[in-house]
């Protein structure tokens, strides 16, 4: 299996205390690895909420959806939450029927994703953790 | 549009496909092991797991790969090794031990890490580990198709550890092995030298010599092109090439003054004794006996033993057979004092073609040259010979001079013929 998107850095950005982490074309081990990394970095960073974004993401595979629920889990652990945005139609089949819709939040795109977290934040709903 | 139910079989299917993928692909065990779990996670969207391997002999799950956990994993589990034994006895089967024993054992354990479903590893009746799962993304309980596609997927895992734990055993023992030759090789090279030590002891003036004839032929044969183990096979040849000395009269060997006719042909029965003593011997490489039976032939064909000529004489024995000419002219005698190079480069450039092969004899020099000129690193003519004996300046000429003589003897040779 070779990934095209080879040795490319994953692409994030920060907004205050949120981190937006593109995922590539292909979610699978070698670009999960690194996606999941990236995460690491942010949460560690002290950012209290995740946005993946998904809208190049045509496909993921079994390793990929593991390495999600690493990032869930990692993000819960550290008290942040985390947003899904722009999921492509293969990868929202896949989250919903594994349930990792269940400990996310969806949203339409990025700006969707950054406005329900500040919406969130105002009426006290996310929590509020401090590194 | 396919239903949820076949979507979940594609999904599963898939995973199975990048399982074989991974077990295959992948060289490193812990890798691999990583790998294989998240496949198994991300194939029933399963939050948390971990693969242990087994060490049965040392009684132990060492845990490879843990996801979802945490720092929660520990490094490893114990049980009690006796106690897989002992089951094993009673059932061919370790998976009945490890229901029995092994999750009770481990079910405080377990629960801390929330883990709720265990499935043995096993594979050709060896428990090789155990894939502990915890709850799905979902929250729903595993359904019976679900749990058919761990134990498939299990079962591939297992092997992928057995196969990798075979290989590394492999790889462990061809390392071994690997070892062992180089000490054999080692104690033969240490026991010959002994030998070749102890058959100079038997002439008090030439001591040394079997081992200084041992590195010239060395030198001679590498400088010929010989590969490693042939190089390393005839110096060994070189070290016991006078092995057959040692049935030898020690009087006749250090008599001080010439020997009569009858001491003489005593002495000369020693390369064929040589040839006895050794090539009995299997283990050791064909040319070790050659060398010690015609390294006293000549290419005229007045040598002893057999007075074989020209091609009759092995190559081995000829290369020999200069190199203990060269040490013996290099070195201190009974009765004379050794000779200064110029006097050596023109004993060899009257015997060669009579006595001595031209093209070991070019060999030889050839190597010489390199040293005299630098080409070489390590001064091994110069510790042989001592420092000063080789004057670069001085003999150089007359070492390029009777290369190019015998370049040319074999030239015109070639062209006469
Ligand atoms: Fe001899």
């Given at each position: 299996?070779?990934?095209?998107?080879?040795?490319?850095p994953?692409?994030?950005?920060?907004?205050?205390?949120?981190?937006?982490?593109?995922?590539?074309?292909?979610?699978?081990?070698l670009?999960?690895?690194?996606?999941e990394?990236?995460?690491?970095?942010?949460l560690?960073?002290g950012?209290?909420?995740?946005?993946?974004?998904?809208r190049?993401?045509?496909?993921?595979?079994?390793i990929?959806?593991?390495?999600?629920?690493?990032?869930?889990?990692?993000?819960?652990?550290?008290?942040?939450?985390?947003v899904?945005?722009?999921?492509?139609?293969?990868?929202?089949?896949?989250?919903?029927?594994?349930?990792?819709?269940?400990?996310?939040?969806?949203?339409?795109?990025?700006?969707?994703?950054?406005a329900?977290?500040?919406?969130?934040?105002?009426?006290?709903?996310?929590?509020?953790?401090?590194? | 549009?396919?239903?949820?139910?076949?979507?979940?079989?594609?999904?599963?299917?898939?995973?199975l496909a990048?399982?074989?993928e991974?077990?295959?692909?992948?060289?490193d065990?812990?890798?691999?092991?990583?790998?294989t779990?998240?496949?198994?996670?991300?194939?029933?969207?399963?939050r948390?797991?971990?693969?242990?391997?087994?060490?049965?002999?040392?009684?132990?799950?060492?845990?490879v790969?843990?996801?979802?956990?945490?720092?929660?994993?520990?490094?490893?589990?114990?049980?009690?090794?006796?106690l897989?034994?002992?089951?094993?006895?009673?059932?061919?089967?370790?998976?009945?031990?490890f229901?029995?024993?092994?999750?009770?054992?481990?079910?405080?354990?377990?629960?801390?890490?929330?883990?709720?479903?265990?499935?043995?590893l096993?594979?050709?009746?060896?428990?090789?580990?155990?894939?502990?799962?915890?709850?799905?993304?979902?929250?729903?309980?595993?359904?019976?198709?679900?749990?058919?596609?761990?134990?498939?997927?299990a079962?591939?895992?297992?092997v992928?550890?057995?196969?990798h734990?075979?290989?590394?055993?492999?790889?462990?023992?061809?390392?071994?092995?690997?070892?062992?030759?180089?000490?054999?090789r080692?104690?033969y090279?240490n026991?010959?030298?002994a030998f070749?030590?102890?058959?100079?002891?038997?002439d008090?003036?030439?001591?040394?010599?079997?081992?200084?004839?041992?590195?010239?032929?060395?030198?001679?044969?590498?400088?010929?092109?010989?590969g490693?183990?042939?190089?390393?096979d005839?110096?060994i040849?070189?070290y016991?090439?006078?092995?057959?000395?040692?049935?030898?009269?020690?009087?006749?060997?250090?008599?001080?003054?010439?020997?009569?006719?009858?001491?003489?042909?005593?002495?000369?029965?020693?390369?064929?004794?040589?040839?006895?003593?050794?090539?009995?011997?299997h283990?050791?490489?064909?040319?070790?006996?050659?060398?010690?039976?015609?390294?006293?032939?000549?290419?005229?064909?007045?040598g002893?033993?057999?007075?074989?000529?020209?091609?009759?004489?092995?190559?081995?024995?000829?290369?020999?057979?200069?190199?203990?000419?060269?040490?013996?002219?290099?070195?201190?005698?009974?009765?004379?004092?050794?000779?200064?190079?110029?006097?050596?480069?023109?004993?060899?450039?009257?015997?060669?073609?009579?006595?001595?092969?031209?093209?070991?004899?070019?060999?030889?020099?050839?190597?010489?040259?390199k040293?005299?000129?630098?080409e070489?690193?390590?001064?091994?003519?110069?510790?042989?010979?001592?420092?000063?004996?080789?004057?670069?300046?001085?003999?150089?000429?007359?070492?390029?001079?009777?290369?190019?003589?015998?370049?040319?003897?074999?030239?015109?040779?070639?062209?006469?013929?």
């Amino acid at each position: 299996m070779t990934d095209q998107a080879g040795e490319q850095p994953v692409r994030s950005e920060r907004a205050g205390d949120v981190a937006v982490v593109y995922a590539g074309e292909y979610l699978n081990k070698l670009s999960g690895e690194r996606v999941e990394r990236e995460c690491r970095r942010r949460l560690e960073e002290g950012c209290r909420a995740l946005v993946l974004d998904f809208r190049q993401t045509g496909m993921v595979n079994s390793i990929g959806v593991s390495i999600l629920l690493g990032v869930i889990d990692a993000a819960e652990r550290a008290g942040a939450s985390v947003v899904f945005s722009a999921v492509q139609h293969q990868a929202a089949q896949v989250f919903e029927m594994l349930g990792l819709t269940r400990h996310v939040r969806i949203a339409k795109n990025r700006t969707d994703a950054l406005a329900q977290i500040a919406n969130s934040a105002a009426v006290g709903v996310a929590p509020n953790k401090t590194k | 549009m396919p239903t949820a139910e076949t979507a979940k079989l594609i999904h599963a299917f898939a995973a199975l496909a990048d399982l074989g993928e991974e077990i295959a692909a992948t060289r490193d065990f812990d890798q691999m092991v990583r790998s294989t779990l998240h496949v198994v996670l991300g194939a029933l969207g399963i939050r948390r797991g971990a693969v242990a391997e087994c060490d049965a002999a040392a009684g132990e799950l060492r845990f490879v790969a843990a996801w979802g956990m945490g720092d929660d994993a520990p490094a490893s589990l114990s049980f009690d090794p006796r106690l897989l034994e002992e089951s094993l006895r009673d059932s061919a089967d370790p998976a009945h031990f490890f229901e029995r024993h092994l999750k009770s054992n481990f079910r405080a354990e377990l629960e801390r890490l929330k883990v709720g479903l265990v499935v043995p590893l096993v594979v050709h009746g060896e428990l090789v580990g155990a894939i502990m799962l915890g709850g799905k993304a979902t929250e729903e309980a595993f359904t019976p198709e679900e749990r058919e596609v761990v134990a498939t997927m299990a079962r591939h895992i297992g092997v992928g550890i057995y196969n990798h734990r075979l290989l590394r055993e492999v790889e462990r023992r061809a390392q071994e092995n690997r070892k062992l030759y180089e000490d054999l090789r080692a104690v033969y090279r240490n026991t010959v030298r002994a030998f070749a030590i102890a058959i100079d002891c038997k002439d008090k003036y030439t001591q040394g010599h079997s081992e200084r004839v041992g590195k010239y032929t060395e030198i001679i044969a590498r400088e010929l092109g010989w590969g490693e183990e042939e190089v390393d096979d005839i110096a060994i040849g070189g070290y016991l090439h006078d092995v057959g000395k040692l049935i030898v009269d020690r009087d006749i060997i250090n008599a001080p003054y010439k020997i009569d006719a009858k001491q003489s042909s005593e002495l000369n029965r020693h390369p064929a004794a040589g040839f006895e003593i050794l090539s009995p011997l299997h283990q050791i490489d064909d040319v070790i006996p050659t060398v010690a039976r015609y390294h006293h032939e000549r290419i005229d064909g007045r040598g002893y033993p057999e007075g074989l000529t020209g091609e009759q004489i092995p190559l081995c024995a000829k290369i020999v057979s200069a190199a203990d000419a060269f040490d013996a002219m290099t070195t201190d005698r009974t009765y004379k004092r050794r000779k200064e190079f110029p006097e050596v480069v023109e004993d060899f450039r009257k015997t060669t073609g009579k006595q001595f092969a031209p093209e070991v004899v070019v060999a030889l020099f050839s190597a010489i040259l390199k040293e005299v000129d630098g080409e070489t690193r390590e001064r091994r003519f110069a510790r042989l010979l001592g420092r000063d004996y080789l004057q670069p300046d001085l003999y150089r000429p007359l070492i390029v001079e009777l290369l190019a003589e015998l370049g040319q003897g074999e030239r015109a040779a070639a062209e006469t013929a």
